[in-house]
């Protein structure tokens, strides 16, 4: 499959290309999104709640977005899919991570970039629920899960899905959730995400109170801190280190056996180029993408104010080959 991406000549950069389709795409999509939300009950007392487009239980296949880090089906890529596939034979369904969908979630957890256990209990809900082809996508943090959960499923995975794709997805979650915190990339993404994050983990404990050192969540300056204090220990890393190291899919991805993609863009402000696998590490079901242009999760087209459509057009492409 052959893709290539060009931007406008008006978005030049990989900052421009990530900040600005996350920040208008509410003008660019303006009507509002009409989800059906379903909310399953986990075998741990929780609840994850899934989104469904109209009508998707009808259609002719299924695409399973997993969102990124703190996304949800408002997020600007979900609002490019839902638009493009809207009245098409594809339906769309976003499940959210626990703690994303708006309400605080029940459990003494949250979620994390390798929960492929999750990954894979979703999968199996969704497939209980639609009888046709299913083709599961995950956008940056949902990719490495996503990633994750092929990997360790081998073959098997097959029988829930026709194919797994990962779009911006930080394989290498050291080096990444490094660069993230590096010069400019720490006032513009950083910090947006911590305190979104730390708003959470303020609710967490006023469920469970000691479960964590909250002053030392709260007063994290980095991704890296936030992670040593709250996600490694609540789901049973011994730290950030052995959290990162575990979950990074970047060394496996030869043991995914199902049809997949992995798209990246080498000028994405927080995912280091060199920390990509190169194409020949991947197995002979991967497509391997790399872009020169189109930021983080960004890839917006057209003349002002521009479109989504590239990513969904993608996606549909690579179903089609």
């Known amino acids: 499959m052959i893709w290539g991406y060009v931007p ?3 978005l030049p950069g ?4 990530t900040i600005y389709p996350a920040l208008f795409a509410k003008h660019i999509y303006p009507e ?18 899934i989104d469904w487009s109209e009508n998707a239980l009808k259609k002719n296949s299924l695409i399973v977005l997993f969102h990124g880090l703190e996304g949800n089906s408002s997020s600007h890529y979900s609002r490019a899919f839902a638009n493009h596939l809207k009245g098409g034979g594809v339906g769309l369904c976003i499940p959210h991570f626990r ?11 949250a979620y994390h970039s390798g929960d492929f256990e999750e990954v894979g209990w979703i999968l199996e809900q969704i497939k209980n629920h639609y009888s046709g082809p299913i083709w599961a996508v995950g956008v940056s943090l ?37 660069q993230i915190g590096t010069g400019i990339n720490k006032i513009i993404y950083e910090q947006r995400f911590l305190k979104t994050m730390k708003i ?24 890296y801190e936030f992670d040593n204090y709250f996600t490694a220990p609540l789901h049973g890393f011994k730290n950030t280190d052995d959290y990162w190291k575990q979950c990074s899919s970047n060394l496996r991805v030869k043991q995914i056996k199902v049809k997949h993609f992995v798209l990246n863009s080498l000028n994405d402000p927080f995912i280091p180029a060199h920390s990509l ?25 057209s003349k002002f104010p521009g479109n989504l459509k590239a990513l969904p057009e993608l996606v549909e492409l690579w179903m089609k080959s």
């Open 142 to 178: 949902g990719g490495n899960a996503l990633l994750r959960w092929a990997q360790e499923s081998g073959a098997e995975a097959k029988s829930v899905v026709r194919g797994v794709g990962a779009i911006c997805a930080p394989l290498d979650l050291m080096q990444s959730g490094l």
């Open 200 to 223: 959470k983990a303020v609710q967490k404990i006023d469920q469970f109170p000691g479960l964590f050192e909250i002053n030392r969540v709260v007063n994290a300056k980095s991704l």
């Open 277 to 301: 696998p190169s194409p020949d590490s991947f197995g002979p079901e991967g497509t391997v993408i790399y872009t020169d242009q189109g930021g983080h999760v960004g890839f917006l087209e």
């Open 14 to 17: 990989g900052h421009a290309q």
């Open 8 to 10: 406008p000549s008006w």
């Open 99 to 109: 703690g994303c969908s708006g309400d605080i979630n029940l459990a003494p957890r």
């Open 32 to 49: 509002p999104l009409q989800w059906h939300r379903q909310r399953l009950a986990t075998n741990d007392q929780d609840f994850i709640d």
